[in-house]
Every structure is written in C-alpha cells, then in structure tokens.
C-alpha cells in the first residue's frame, strides 16, 4: 500500500485530542434533591481536578471516525509492481549543486538507480533527460542493470531548466508509450502529484553567489583601450564580502574587492585591461554552486571594423571609409547571395534587404516595402524627432532639436523590437536582438557620412557603428545557443571547452553541441576564432526556493491504472456512513430538545 498525499498522515498525531472533552470536568449545576446519602460516596473522589476518565463506546466511534477522514486525506492506493516504467533525470545547471559532499545530480543518479533496481528483471526502463530538452536516451528499453549504468552516466548540462510543462510533457507520454509509472527526479520541490505520475526530489534551500554577466569591450571604435564589467548576484539573506579577479591563460589581469549587498545586484568596472585572445571572471565564493562562479568572454572585434554594404550607391556607402578604424566593401545587391561573409562584422543594406536575417549583425537602411522587418510608411520630409530612447547608446551626445534628416519613411516594424528614435508619423529608427546578433532598422538615410557638415547626423552614424562594434557579433552568448557557421571547408573543426574536437561538416550551417559554459575554438585553417558561452539563466543560480512542480495524471493509461487500485473514496464513504450513526446515537444538543419537543 501506498500514499500519494503522505503528510496527511500527520494528523494521527492530533488523534489523542479527542480525549481532552472527556477529561475536563462539566460546570457544575444547581440541582434540587431530597436527599443527599446517595451523593456521598461518588463525593469522595471529587478531588481530583480533571475528574475521573470514563470513555463512553461513543469516543470509540468518533475516534474511529476521525482516523478514517485521515487516512482519506492521505489518499492511499494498493499497487501492484509496475514492470514498464520511464524515469525522466532533470540535468539542468542546478543539478551541479552540492549536498553533503556530493552533487544533486549523484543524489538524483541514486534515487533513480533505486527506484529502477525495484522492478526487478523482468522490468523495462526508458530514460530520459530534461536539457536541453526532454528527450530519450537510447532507443530500445533498458532492464534494471543497464537503466542503472545508463542513470550514473548522466551528467548534467551548464543550461536553465527548459520552458517546459512537466504536468503536461510527462503526462503525454504515459499516454502515448503506456507506461505503468513515470518518475520526474529533480532538486525542484514535489507539489501536487498523482498515482502514476510521481515527483522525487533531491537537495534542500542553499544561499548562493554568482557572476551573472561579464562583457569585454573597447572604449570607442577604433581604441586600443579595452573596458570590462562583471555583475555580482547575491543569492542570500546576509551581506558578502568577496574577490573578483580577471584572469587569461592564469594570470591575473585585474583583481577588486566587493561589497555584495543582501539578494541584490553589484556590477563592478574596470579600465586599461591588456588586449588578450580570451577572459575569465571569477569570485573566490565557495558556495554550493561553482559553475556559476565564473565566466567567460573574447576579445573584442579587432579596431578595425570591416562592414560589407549591399547597395546600388555605391558612393554612398564607400562615405565610410573616413571614419578611423573602418573597412568596407560595397557590393550589388544582385551579388549578395555570391559572396563569402563569414568574416564582415557588419551588414549594412541600403534600398536593399535579404530574404532572411543575416547571421552578421546588420543594418538596414530605408529598407523596400513588403520585407520581413518593417514595412516603410508614407515619406516625409524634413521629420521632426518626437522621442528617443535616453537609455541607449544609439542616442548619445545627440542634439535632436538639430536632427532633422532631409527625408524620411517611418517604420512600421513586422517583427518585436525597441524602438530608439520615434516621429509624430512614427518610428524612425529600431533596434533588435536575435540569435546574439544586433539588428538595427532605419527610415531616414544617414549616408554619406559628411562629419562636421552635418554633426548630428554624423554623432548618429559614430554611435551606431560603435554599437554594432561592442557586439563585436556577440560571439559571448548563452550556453545552449548555436555557433554561426558560415562558409565551411575540409579540416575546420571546433573544440569545446572541454577539450573534445569536433570535425565540422561541409554544407553545416551552425554548431549546436554548446551545452557546456567556457570558450569554444574555431579552426579554420591558419585561423582561429573564439566563442564564449555563459549560463545565462539567473533562476539556475536562486538555490533557495526553486517553484513547486505539480503533476496531474487525470488522464492516466490503461497500464497504469491497472498497477493502482485506490480505495480513499471508500474511506470517505465509511468516515460518511459512521458520522451518520453517531450523530443519531449522541444527537447534538439541540437535536434532543427538538426530540422532546416532537414527543410532549
């Protein structure tokens, strides 16, 4: 036997309460007698203060109701041994956390190799992980030997738990694959769970720290000053003391002492590092999470910012050329397609877009009507700036009461975004994210670039030339995303930051296998590009309260139902049958005086 709702089973302990009625004495009444001989012998015991314990058959009845509603509460279940069963290993970031020496996955690993030995030999097992999705390992099923050698080799992933609705994944595939029982072991806490759909939950609440960003960039396009900041989390309930150090290749770089201020936030600057291939942030907290101690980040785009510019004004475009640290080169639209732009670190599309978002951050500029980003509305001259985002580095140093472009067509955007600079028609310039990569949308030319003839235009063209190089195409992104891949040829191979390598294959697109948080080497050939990945997800890093997980299994199997007999409602039946009895055995008060009111 069973129970899916043990703590209920609490209550016996209350059971004992039920004696307090029959120990505490009655008030005492004014009563007429004639005599009082009979009343001597039962007075000599009236000393003792709680009176003497005389327990009706009625206490025996109300005690036996009251174990009964308990036992209901606490939803028992007969059950015969399950023999197909799968159990479903969280292996996300948290997993990695320490419990008594050895990590929440190696708990898990346990449970789970415990729960698979119980079957016996004839029991089949499919596992399966959570990250970076829920899916299967292996195709056939496991008997308990080779589930126990598959659960131990289990390891977990430097990624966040997946936007997935357990109640409803797991509850499709008791359905779909008939299993008797499936088992979701986690370090989230176990809420509302049915027969055949159970939670088992490994760690407890932990205080943590972790460095929740760090970026490397240079002071300005064209600089050979290179800037970093790191942000600190305190996950804990008392003010920490710690050091933050950047390092590269082992050698400490830059070193600060901080102040991390109860469940908030420090972010922490530096200035002058050494311009080095690749970084590493580190606090010196030893918490139960080490993963999230670190970080990882490349060096920024080298000062020269080489853009490739797709436009049929070419002149335009070659304007450029006088901003210091810029290369570029102009090609036809109608060449696109031809052209190796694996190593541009800017896009820029003039009159001009492609079917699809490039995998280099781009900038499009005044972009043709029916296109996937914006679509542009009517033109008009001369528009006047109505609002602009202050926030961001696009609108820096700019005076708009003197930006007034010569023509324009406000935008209206296909696809979600941060407008940055808005006019009474409507938006004239916004700004977007996808895949790590920047993507900026203009309806007004800023080209050519004509310096002090025209200032606030050419501030404008400085600052978003400065944002796309700060990207430096955000090769420092979060575990899990893809590498662009871009032109592949015989002999590139990528190796990971633990030390595999990995052959890339001609016609690949993107390198998927970036689960694991450190730098990432491309070689291609004499070259050699770096890629930086950083477990992104905060929640991964709050060890205190991680949310309940609840698991409804209404719509179980006909496999499952038959390993589950559950007899509550009987119990709830029986509690309803014996209230009845008793309430006509020792009716309430005023249900006697109504009795001797119908009997006078």
Do not use: C
Request: proline letters at 8%; hydrophobic letters at 45%.
């Amino acid at each position: 036997m069973e129970f899916l709702n043990p703590a209920a089973l609490l209550g016996l302990f209350a059971l004992p309460l039920l004696l307090i009625p029959y120990l505490v004495r009655r008030k005492p009444r004014r009563m007429m007698f004639s005599s009082l001989l009979l009343f001597l012998e039962a007075g000599a015991n009236s000393s003792r203060p709680l009176g003497r314990l005389r327990l009706p058959p009625i206490f025996f009845l109300q005690l036996l109701l009251l174990a009964l509603l308990i036992l209901a509460l606490s939803e028992p279940v007969f059950s015969v041994r399950p023999t197909s069963i799968a159990i479903v290993l969280d292996n996300s970031a948290s997993m990695q956390a320490l419990e008594d020496g050895k990590t929440r996955m190696a708990a898990a690993a346990e449970k789970a190799a415990g729960i698979a030995a119980e079957l016996g030999p004839a029991g089949k097992i499919d596992l399966y992980t959570t990250t970076p999705r829920l899916q299967r390992i292996g195709a056939a099923p496991l008997g308990t030997l080779e589930a126990g050698a598959a659960i131990r080799s289990v390891q977990a992933n430097d990624l966040g738990d997946p936007p997935v609705d357990y109640s409803e994944a797991l509850g499709r595939l008791l359905r779909e694959r008939q299993y008797q029982r499936v088992y979701l072991v986690t370090d989230h806490p176990a809420g509302a769970q049915g027969a055949a759909l159970r939670v088992i939950s490994v760690g407890a609440p932990k205080a943590n720290l972790a460095l929740t960003a760090f970026n490397v960039r240079r002071s300005s396009l064209g600089s050979a000053r290179l800037e970093a900041s790191a942000t600190v989390r305190n996950f804990s309930a008392r003010d920490e003391k710690i050091k933050l150090t950047i390092q590269s290749d082992g050698a400490v770089l830059a070193r600060r002492d901080v102040l991390a201020r109860a469940d908030q936030s420090v972010e922490v600057n530096f200035e002058g590092l050494p311009e080095r291939a690749a970084y590493q942030a580190e606090i010196d907290s030893r918490d139960a999470l080490a993963l999230d101690n670190r970080r990882f980040g490349v060096a920024p785009a080298s000062r020269n910012l080489r853009i490739l510019a797709v436009t049929p004004q070419p002149q335009a475009a070659a304007s450029l050329r006088a901003v210091p640290g810029v290369s570029i080169d102009v090609i036809a639209p109608a060449d696109y397609q031809k052209t190796d732009r694996s190593s541009y670190s800017l896009e820029i599309f003039q009159f001009a877009a492609p079917e699809s978002l490039p995998d280099n951050p781009a900038l499009f500029i005044l972009p043709p009507g029916k296109n996937f980003l914006a679509d542009p509305g009517a033109p008009v001259a001369n528009p006047q700036v109505s609002n602009w985002r202050e926030s961001s580095s696009l609108t820096r140093y700019i005076n708009f009461s003197l930006f007034r472009p010569a023509y324009a067509r406000p935008l209206k955007p296909q696809t979600a975004g941060e407008v940055i600079i808005e006019s009474p028609a409507g938006p004239l310039a916004f700004s977007l994210e996808r895949n790590g990569l920047r993507y900026l949308a203009l309806g007004f030319d800023p080209l050519p670039y004509l310096g002090r003839e025209n200032l606030p235009m050419s501030i404008f063209t400085l600052n978003f030339l400065d944002w796309f190089s700060e990207s430096g195409a955000l090769k420092s992104q979060a575990t899990g995303e893809p590498i662009a891949l871009g032109a592949v040829r015989a002999g590139d191979q990528i190796m990971t930051p633990t030390g595999g390598k990995t052959a890339l294959k001609i016609g690949a697109d993107y390198f998927f296998d970036t689960y694991r948080q450190g730098i990432y080497r491309r070689q291609r050939g004499s070259e050699t590009d770096l890629y930086a990945r950083n477990l992104a997800d905060t929640a991964e890093s709050d060890l205190r309260a991680p949310p309940l997980i609840d698991l409804q299994d209404s719509t179980q199997s006909q496999a499952a139902g038959s390993t589950l007999f559950s007899f509550w409602p009987y119990l709830l039946l029986g509690s309803l049958l014996l209230f009845l009895i008793e309430w006509f055995i020792n009716p309430p008060p005023v249900a006697r005086r109504l009795r001797r009111r119908q009997t006078v």
